[in-house]
């Protein structure tokens, strides 16, 4: 049979074209790469190379035809041994279909525009897809396991968050060889914040390695070393310059797994402080929470406690996947109840209720747990009982302790230090209108910080964060009080 | 340490490869050629998707890489990632079908033509963003003198991705820690449609390393056997724990930058005389024959051979099923 040469398509979206010219001509012998033809479309010209050897059988359509359809016949190569009568029975008259995708029978476009057939049937397969996943409610059931509470241990010692950090790591530094820890300033000068004291003593330069600052790059080179394995723990002195290594935070840690069909995991844990600390300014005060909880591969943790940050850190790094750890400065020196057993693991993706009440749900996370407590004892005082919902890890959400505890209280007030657009708190709305909708006796609030860059002076920085005051006037408000 | 050095390697018939070295080349090349071919065919009648990026015209370079290789060394390179894969041995079959979006492609249809893997290979990519591999193919190295692994990471570039500044945050910790990567820098002429001398300031890459004090030798990339020289002197220099070594392989591709880019900034003549007189798969082919390796008929014997195997691969790739529907919902995370 002679071989085909089909009118091709330059781009997905190029159904037909221009046949400009053809540089061979009937009887000439072809070689593999050559160039055929040129074909035109009104945004570019192009080259068409033989893939096969032969001698050129027959041209079908003559050079200057314009609106020849993607796939038609233009020519027949004969084969070594064949001759012309080998193309008696040909017949040249429609355009080659394009195999079809699977479920392209569900539509009905014709083969020539098989790239526009394959994502309108793409869409149906989303829209299900979605619809799947709110049948499937509530989302974070899956990941309740068996972890111990917090207060199931009997022996407690007292540690500031910034200790609890540094033992979390250090445990399973003792454990697992494959955990080091890079950063700047994180061996010899015992971390820019003091998190990684005494690790370079006792792991040595190899397990604790300070790095030039190169975010980017670093970043890049940790994640290319968990893809073979290992389970670096990346300390940024603060997610503010995260922001130069993001591209490898999305585009590396959290897309290979999906984009490798499973085969290459990365077992990285990003940390570091977020958010705002004391007057340091727009480009040193900013909560990302919002930024990394939007992309699907990733998980979020932002600890409260001292308890929080030793139990999900060291989940964080036993974790298989790429974790993003947003610690908070102000909280590295207060000091909480830690349970004293190196066992104690807390479960990624389950919130925490500090404080059981009736009246309203109040949603925090990371220092903003704190205000929330504050202000539950304030509006304890007024006689309306707050239940204080610390949740632990943004991503994956725990939507079913949200859930409940307003099918409880009916009422509830989201509580951030980021901005609101798109914030945490939004997506929390939209949660509860999904799964609670019929148990809301008042609007869901939010308190987030002021729309604004965080400005310097100490009024000013004051005013646009967002206060225990805050939470207190909101809980009020959809309590109508 | 020597700094850098210049050196263009010879390329003759007088060269030590053996009968079989030259003949597992030439078949190497004609099948990554032939692929891209194939793959360039299936693009214009629509089963194959979005961006795809063929290396005509820089099989050498991979080839002559790969040979100098002990077979377990890393490998991670940009999205012009066909002639990568199928050089570390990659099954063809696999790979078109990712072009195709199939279940039977690497990736089960997930990544597409830029983003395939292969641990059992040690390919680890297959990256789309301009650069991002470096840092990446740095920490593999990283990982590999962590484990002590003798092994090395030949971590692939091209001409474009030099001007990134993640890659000198790489040479630099590379340099710093002496890590065993080789960063080949596959400088075919053109970022997309920029030529080197209007994106570089200057032109030759195979100095960028020079503050790092890594050294650096520029290659001929079309002569298979200069590759594979440079290459090995690359790759002993990283084993014996002397850090990064930076590699130009001055090479050609002679397709647009991608499927839908017709490549009008250069000239036909250019084109034409890199074909005709620097075509690495003919100057094999002229060793062969000049060498009395093998004659006409021993080569056309090759050339369907792997032909055969091509036409094997875009059967399958045509054939393959599309992912299943529930495909869309695994390996975004590993359950824990």
């Known amino acids: ?10 781009s997905p979206t190029m159904t037909e074209g221009t046949l400009a010219k053809w540089n061979v001509k009937e009887g000439d012998t072809v070689q ?55 193309l008696d029975n040909v017949n040249p008259g429609e355009a080659k279909a394009a195999p079809k995708p699977d479920d392209a029978e569900e539509n009905e476009e014709s083969s ?24 499937n409610e509530p989302r974070a059931m899956s990941v309740m396991n068996e972890t111990r ?113 499973g085969q290459l995991g990365c077992p990285i844990v990003f940390r570091g402080p977020n958010g705002a600390a004391a007057r340091v300014g727009a480009q040193h005060s900013q909560c990302y929470a919002s930024w990394y909880a939007h992309c ?98 943004i991503r994956p959400l725990d939507v079913n302790t949200i859930v409940r505890s307003v099918m409880k209280t009916n009422r509830i007030v989201t509580c951030e230090e980021g901005w609101h657009f798109a914030g945490i708190g939004a997506e929390i709305a939209s949660v509860i209108m999904e799964h609670a909708f019929d148990y809301l006796d008042a609007p869901v609030a939010r308190v987030t910080g002021e729309d604004v860059p965080m400005p310097y002076a100490a009024n000013l920085e004051v005013l646009a964060l967002p206060q225990d005051q805050h939470i207190v006037d909101a809980a009020k408000a959809v309590c109508y009080r | 340490m020597a700094t850098t050095k210049r050196k263009r390697a010879t390329t003759r018939a007088d060269n030590q490869a053996s009968s079989e070295d030259l003949l597992k080349y030439y ?83 997930k990544g597409g033509s830029m983003h395939m893997f292969s641990k059992e290979k040690n390919f680890y990519g297959g990256h789309g963003i301009v650069g991002g591999q470096v840092p990446l193919g740095t920490g593999i190295a990283f990982n590999y003198k962590y484990r002590g692994e003798d092994k090395v990471c030949l971590t692939y570039l091209g001409d474009g991705a030099v001007n990134q500044g993640q890659v000198y945050e790489s ?47 520029q290659v001929d990339g079309m002569d298979v056997l200069a590759v594979k020289e440079a290459g090995e002197r690359a790759i002993k220099h990283c084993r014996e724990g002397n850090g990064p070594f930076i590699l130009e392989l001055k090479t050609y591709r002679y397709r647009g930058h991608s499927m839908s880019d017709p490549a009008k900034y250069r000239t036909k003549d250019e084109l034409d005389k890199m074909r005709k007189e620097h075509d690495p798969i003919d100057m094999v082919k002229k060793l062969l024959i000049d060498g009395n390796i093998l004659d006409e008929d021993g080569l056309k014997d090759i050339d369907k051979e792997v032909k055969a195997e091509i036409a094997k691969a875009a059967e399958f790739a045509q054939n393959s099923p599309e992912p299943d529907r529930s495909e869309l919902f695994t390996d975004i995370l590993i359950e824990v």
Not at chain 1, 68 to 82: D, H, T
Not at chain 2, 188 to 197: C, E, R, V
């Open chain 1, 296 to 393: 699907p591969g990733l998980k979020v943790i932002a600890p409260y406690s001292a308890a929080d940050a030793k139990g999900l850190l060291k989940a964080a790094i036993r974790d298989p996947n790429p974790v993003v750890f947003l610690e908070n400065e102000i909280l590295y020196g207060q000091s909480f109840e830690v349970p004293d057993d190196d066992d104690f693991v807390l479960p990624i993706g389950q919130a925490k209720i500090e404080r059981e009440g009736t009246d309203v749900t109040i949603v925090a996370f990371s220092i903003m747990v704190g205000k929330a407590l504050k202000a539950a004892e304030k509006l304890a005082e007024e006689g309306i009982s707050a239940e204080v919902i610390n949740l632990r890890t």
């Open chain 1, 112 to 135: 020539s525009e098989s790239s526009a057939s394959s994502s309108a049937s793409a869409a149906p397969v989303q829209a299900s897809g979605a619809i799947e996943r709110a049948e």
């Open chain 2, 171 to 217: 040479f630099n910790m590379a340099a710093l820690w002496k890590l065993p990567v080789v960063y080949c820098i596959e400088n075919n002429q053109y970022a997309m449609g920029t030529s080197t001398q209007r994106h570089s300031a200057s032109p030759d890459l195979y100095q960028r390393g020079e503050a790092y004090g890594i050294p650096g030798e």
């Open chain 1, 1 to 10: 049979m002679p071989i085909e040469v089909l009118m091709p398509a330059l």
């Open chain 2, 27 to 109: 078949r190497d090349m004609l099948l990554i050629r032939r692929f891209e071919e194939k793959a360039g065919q299936l693009y214009g009648m629509g089963l194959i998707g979005g961006f795809c990026h063929l290396y005509i015209g820089q099989e050498a370079v991979v080839v002559g890489m790969q040979a100098a290789t002990s077979g377990d060394d890393g490998v991670i390179t940009s999205y012009r990632d066909h002639g990568h894969m199928l050089a570390c041995g990659m099954d063809s079959a696999g790979v078109m079908a990712e072009l195709t979006g199939r279940e039977g492609g690497y990736s089960h249809g």
């Open chain 1, 149 to 261: 509470d917090e207060k199931t241990y009997s022996k407690f010692k007292t540690q500031t968050v910034r200790e609890a950090l540094r033992d979390a790591m250090a445990e399973e530094m003792r454990t697992d060889e494959n955990v080091f820890v890079m950063g700047e300033e994180v061996a010899q000068y015992q971390g820019a914040y003091k998190v990684t004291q005494g690790l370079l003593d006792e792991f040595g330069d190899k397990r604790v390695v300070d790095t030039p600052i190169t975010e980017y790059g670093f970043t890049g080179l940790g994640t290319g070393a968990a893809f073979m394995g290992l389970r670096p723990v990346v300390e940024f002195m603060t997610f503010n310059f995260a922001m130069q290594a993001i591209d490898h935070i999305i585009n590396s840690a959290a897309k290979t797994l999906y984009m490798s069909g």
């Open chain 1, 32 to 86: 593999s790469g050559d160039v055929l033809a040129e074909i035109e479309t009104d945004k570019a010209t192009m080259e068409v190379e033989a893939v096969d050897e032969g001698t050129i059988g027959k041209l079908i359509v003559d050079a200057g035809t314009e609106n020849v359809a993607v796939n038609a016949v233009i020519a027949y190569i004969l084969e070594e041994g064949e001759d012309a009568s080998a």
